[in-house]
Every structure is written in C-alpha cells, then in structure tokens.
C-alpha cells in the first residue's frame, strides 16, 4: 500500500466554489493569462471583490491559492523563508512564496504597494522569463513549477505617490481593472452574501452610491460592498437600518460630523 502523497499547499486548497458574478469579461481574461502564466495586477478600490475573484478563480482552475496581506513590517524573508531553531538544530523554512513556487500555487500578494519596496523586488525574477526565485540566505535557486503564477493587488485611489509601485515592478505584469459592480447586480452580490431580500439590498446599494459621489469630496473612498454587506447582515438579524448603517457604513468611514451627518442622510433617505 502506497503512503499518502503529503501536499506541502494543503492549507490553501480552496475546497467549496466563492461566489461570484463577473462584471465584465475579468474572468475570461484571467483564463487566458493563466494559460501563460503571466503575472497579474487587479487594481481597484477597497471592499469591490478583488479579493474574491482571485479565490474563485483559484478554485475554478484546482490551484491553491496562498495570499498574504502586505505591510509595511513585511521582510522579504516573510515571503521568501529563513532558518529556525527546530529540535534537531537550525533548519530552514520556505516562506508562503517560495512554497507556491516550488509546487504550483497562485501567491497573491494583497495591497502590496503596504510593503516596503526593498521587499517586493525580490519578485522581479519570477515576472520575467526567468521565472526563479533565489534564496540567497540558503543559497538556493528556486525555478518556478509551471502551475505557479503571481497575482497581486492594489487600489490605485488611496495610496499617496509614495505608496506606489515603481515603473520597474509595474511594467512585469498585465493588469485587470475593477470598481464596484452596477446597481442591479451589486444588489444581487449584497442579497446573496448577507442572506437579505433584494428590495433591502436595492436600498443599501443606493446608500453606497451616494457616499461614493463624496469620493475625494470629503471621503476618501465611498461605502464598499463589503460594507453594505455587514450592514445587511445586521439588519436581517434585527438590528434598525440607521443602525446598522450607522455602524458599518458611517463611523467606519469617518470622524468628520459633516459627513456623518451627510452619511446619515442619504440612509434616512432610504429607510426613512
């Protein structure tokens, strides 16, 4: 009887298919940088399904799918790995990145303009033909596996000029835009993922699109979807709509009174 085979990328198998809806033709495309490859910038704002579309692209293609969240404390050896005192002594540990390399996962670096740009070089030989990634500390040359492939993401709206990816790491990767979806299936998204009918989620989304009319007029960035969704879940399990507005929607995106104050409005405009 044969052993099981270990996977090293069990933990990031998406085992149930993410909902999602396209928008546009995002998914097609991605399908056709997959059947290359090629590395992938999603830019758009906070809170509009980047996040979630790579998860349900991951799972369509079968392909496990490691993400970390970027900050500005990341260190290339929390992609890349270092050596640890084990009990048999120093030893060393792939880091998430270099996991996906060497045996075919989708690495999804998310809001990675938040890491330090001394950081995020380290992927420039893996979005080139080379495809490697070196390990110096180990001194180490890793050749990608040819199911890996580089997603990364950002919101091009929010970070200032020095929060932003330089032209020689941005010009290695093919881009997919996104925003927030049209009202109609924006609704359907909010109905679905809060469990809510779709006259409430109808009003929730019209709440969002007059916050985002503010974007840059005092708000940095509008009511998201994710938003309207924690607000939507509030509400199914009893909460007042100003109230649930009022917490996951007006405190959450502001301090200022005016915009509150504005905020709320446009909620007592729906609900009364």
Same mark, same amino acid.
């Given at each position: 009887?044969?052993? +099981?085979?270990? @996977?090293?990328?069990?933990? =990031?198998? /998406?085992?149930?298919?993410?909902? %999602?809806?396209?928008?546009?033709? !995002? ?6 940088? =997959? ?5 992938? /910038? *999603? &830019? ?14 991951? =799972? ?14 990341? $260190?290339?050896?929390? *992609? ?7 009990? @048999?002594? $120093?030893? =060393?540990?792939?880091? +998430?990145? $270099? ?8 690495? %999804? ?15 420039? #030989? ?5 495809? /490697?990634?070196?390990?110096? &500390?180990?001194?180490? *040359? ?13 919101? #091009? ?31 359907? /998204? ?12 109808? &009003? ?10 503010? &974007? ?13 969704? %924690?607000?939507?879940? *509030? ?5 007042? #709509?100003?109230?649930?507005? !009022? ?6 995106? $502001? ?18």
């Amino acid at each position: 009887m044969n052993a +099981p085979v270990h @996977d090293p990328l069990a933990a =990031w198998r /998406i085992e149930s298919e993410p909902f %999602y809806r396209p928008a546009g033709n !995002e998914v097609a495309l991605y399908r056709q940088a =997959w059947r290359h490859r090629m590395p992938l /910038i *999603l &830019k758009g704002p906070t809170g509009c399904g980047k996040t979630r579309f790579v998860e349900h692209m991951a =799972w369509s293609l079968g392909r496990p799918l490691v993400t970390l969240a970027c900050n500005e404390d990341m $260190t290339a050896s929390d *992609l890349v790995g270092r050596y640890l005192l084990d009990a @048999d002594g $120093t030893a =060393w540990h792939d880091g +998430p990145l $270099t996991l996906a390399v060497r045996h075919g996962g989708i690495c %999804y670096l998310d809001e990675v303009v938040e890491a330090r740009q001394d950081t995020t070089v380290v992927i420039h #030989p893996l979005t080139d033909a080379r495809r /490697i990634l070196p390990l110096d &500390k180990k001194g180490e *040359l890793v050749r990608a596996h040819p199911d890996f492939q580089l997603v990364v993401s950002y919101n #091009p709206g929010y970070q200032s000029s020095a929060k932003d990816l330089k032209p020689s790491t941005r010009q290695r990767f093919a881009a997919l835009e996104f925003d927030y979806p049209d009202g109609a299936l924006e609704a359907e /998204i909010v109905a679905h993922e809060a469990g809510i009918d779709t006259a409430l989620a109808t &009003k929730l989304v019209a709440v969002a699109h007059c916050s985002r009319e503010l &974007k840059h007029r005092g708000l940095d960035e509008g009511v998201s979807t994710r938003m309207l969704i %924690y607000a939507g879940v *509030l509400i199914r399990d009893g909460v007042t #709509p100003r109230e649930s507005c !009022e917490m996951t929607m007006t405190r959450a995106l $502001t301090d200022d009174p005016d915009m509150a104050s504005a905020l709320q409005g446009f909620v007592e405009a729906q609900f009364g």
